[in-house]
């Protein structure tokens, strides 16, 4: 069984530093994309970016480049989305997911919950 | 890069069907989609993909097969039959060109 276990809940101040995770399972951590959506209160599914464990090549949305590091540990099946310096606007449930470049997102994590205030 | 268009509302009663709608722009017509479920307070749930123009849909095991996609031009669909108080969500349709993603804006579904 395919699992996506997220770190959890976080509440920050704005200006620090933050790294969350999410540890896979099931399936070989190497031979998927693997990337990190955002859903702010309220809203939809925004796609942040994506890294391939198997060789780090790792691509970001526009709107997110810049803003946040999408990295991968392969001796340990972990994928990690890190703020360098947290805005209250950062607030928001974050998921994992693992993608398949013929079906779509097939698998999700439970989601980790940031609150990010000043 | 592709522009997937839905309708933010839609509702149906308990035992009707209802079909939900994800249109992509013109240039990217022929792209395969997936459907996703987002319960109240979960996280998202793969559903099934929907290859266009053919329309051919792949359900995932474990989702219940009053849930059915087809295709027709640019337009995917999610058909969902006999429907239940637990398919009251949120849904979102999703593709993808080389390996960036891309979301619909969802649909969220109530039952009447």
């Known amino acids: 069984e395919v699992q996506l276990v997220q770190s959890g809940a976080e509440v920050k101040k704005t200006g620090e530093s933050l790294t969350i995770s999410c540890q896979v399972s099931?399936?070989?951590?190497?031979?998927?994309?693997i990337g990190w959506v955002r859903q702010m209160p309220g809203k939809g599914l925004e796609w942040m970016g994506v890294?391939?464990?198997?060789?780090?090549?790792?691509r970001y949305s526009p709107s997110f480049q810049g803003q946040v590091t999408i990295s991968a540990d392969k001796s340990i099946s972990t994928a990690y989305l890190q703020w360098t310096s947290l805005k209250a606007s950062d607030t928001a449930v974050y998921y994992c997911a693992r993608h398949s470049s013929s079906s779509g997102t097939v698998d999700w994590g439970q989601g980790t919950l940031l609150i990010v205030s000043s | 890069q592709p522009v997937l268009t839905q309708s933010s509302s839609a509702s149906a009663s308990l035992g009707s069907s209802v079909k939900l709608t994800c249109t992509l722009d013109s240039g990217h017509t022929s792209y395969v989609i997936a459907w996703h479920q987002q319960q109240p307070g979960m996280a998202p749930r793969y559903l099934m993909k929907?290859?266009?123009?053919?329309?051919?849909?792949n359900r995932v095991s474990g989702v219940p097969d009053r849930f059915s996609g087809s295709s027709s031009g640019a337009d995917r669909y999610l058909t969902i039959s006999n429907l239940q108080s637990e398919d009251e969500a949120d849904y979102y349709c999703?593709?993808?060109?080389?390996?960036?993603?891309?979301f619909g804006g969802g649909t969220r579904l109530t039952v009447l």
């Open positions: 099931g399936y070989t951590f190497s031979s998927y994309w």
């Open positions: 999703e593709t993808w060109d080389n390996n960036i993603r891309f």
């Open positions: 929907v290859e266009g123009p053919s329309g051919i849909y």
């Open positions: 890294i391939y464990p198997g060789d780090s090549d790792t």
